[in-house]
């Protein structure tokens, strides 16, 4: 975790300058790796992404030193590390319930093939093609403005983002991880599931667990959950000064709304809801207009899966602990001498270098459209830069 650049860190201070104001910034060096795992994009509108990647035995594709750079704007370090911390699955009737990384997720990594990764780069570690590349995929709309400027032009832009995703193949299911990293800055975590129902194996339950598949209605695919896991460490322009705030509205809709703020000093698990949003904040960063940069949170598409007393870690939707190295999965930690779930992560310490986990968790029902191979179906959450700039760099 511990080191960007003193360069990176150092370019802080030119951080949101107006661009008439801006002069000839320095280069930032790059994240500290070389190809094939450093991953570089620049974009059309002059924004810019900058990362490094590994496939690790444990949490699989793992994300490092995560640099953007706003169009005519000093580099803003965002992440130092990014990765999944468990997929949990439990079936309706109480019975499986996996948790698919306890073996080591970057085992079960699929190699790819040209198939799977069109107009993109397939990038190998230990000779095995595992991470795929896609630079410059669309986005849609970035902005539409029909009125008209001063200089007549009519102000409107396609967004464009680099994708970057692993396949592994658990049991029945096939999982892409996915990473977008936006020409705006934002960033799309997500996990795709895919490959078969566990129902080609025979498995048969009753109606009141399930769904039925193929002809008739004598078998029942047995509807179950996916609960995805992310570890965010944030480190907004280096690891000190970052806090993580926690936004709520109180009141009745339109009739009047009022902005809650709370700063979560102290290791804490939280619960979400459709307006509550989260920011890693660090106030000694600021853009021109003065602003403190950040970097929002927002997790309001999860079906909010609460398990039993022997999944408390499944109680809360966002967690918020002080970095340890050791605290690596949401659950089935089995790295010592840290403790085995994120809940027990949370003692009590004061926050001064704050690691996010956010669950999104998905209700699968199955259909006959699913069988066979079934398609992908995505869960997953935003990340987007809160006052990094004064205004639209685009």
């Known amino acids: 975790m511990r080191s960007f650049r003193a360069a990176v860190i150092a370019a802080c201070l ?50 490092t030193d995560a640099v953007y750079t706003p169009n005519g704007h000093a580099p803003v370090s965002v992440l130092t590390s990014a990765h999944l911390a468990q997929i949990h699955v439990p079936y309706d009737s109480g019975e499986p319930r996996f948790h698919d990384m306890a073996g080591g997720l970057g085992f079960s990594a699929v190699p790819l093939q040209d198939q799977d990764c069109p107009e993109g780069e397939r990038r190998e570690q230990d000779e095995v093609p595992v991470l795929c590349v896609l630079p410059d995929q669309p986005r849609g709309i970035a902005y539409l403005n029909p009125s008209l400027g001063e200089d007549s032009l009519r102000r409107s832009a396609q967004g464009k983002a680099l ?9 029945w299911y096939t999982y892409l991880v996915e990473w977008r990293f936006a020409d705006d800055g934002s960033i799309n975590p997500r996990v795709g599931a895919t490959g078969s129902l566990r129902g080609s194996d025979g498995v048969v ?86 602003h403190a940069a950040s970097w929002e949170i927002t997790n309001s598409d999860s079906s909010q899966y609460r398990g039993p007393d022997t999944e ?47 669950s999104v968790d998905y209700h699968h029902v199955a259909r006959d459209e699913d069988h066979d191979p079934m398609p992908t179906h995505w869960q997953g959450f935003f990340i987007q830069p809160r006052d990094i700039t004064a205004s639209n760099p685009h």
């Open 312 to 358: 408390p870690y499944s109680h809360s939707d966002v967690y918020v602990t002080q970095y340890n190295a050791c605290e690596r999965l949401t659950a089935e930690n089995a790295e010592p001498p840290c403790d085995e779930s994120v809940d027990r992560f949370v003692n009590g310490q004061t926050i001064t270098d704050p690691v996010v986990w956010v």
């Open 163 to 171: 994708v970057l995703f692993s396949a592994f193949e658990l049991g």
């Open 205 to 290: 339950v009753s109606p009141k667990h399930g769904w039925p598949i193929g002809v008739g209605a004598s078998d029942f695919e047995e509807s179950h959950q996916h609960n995805i896991f992310w570890r965010l460490d944030f480190d907004v322009q280096g690891p000190a000064d970052d806090v993580v705030e926690q936004y709520d509205f109180a009141g009745s809709g339109t009739a009047g709304l009022e902005m809650q703020r709370k700063a979560l000093t102290k290791e804490a698990g939280v619960t979400n809801n459709r307006t509550r949003w989260w920011r890693v904040v660090d106030k000694t960063v600021k853009n021109s207009d003065g």
């Open 14 to 63: 030119l951080i949101a300058l107006p661009p008439a104001a801006v002069p000839a910034l320095a280069v930032a060096e790059p994240p500290s790796c070389a190809e094939p795992y450093l991953v570089e994009r620049t974009f059309a509108n002059g924004a810019r992404w900058q990362l490094c990647w590994e496939m690790r035995e444990t949490e699989g594709l793992t994300l």
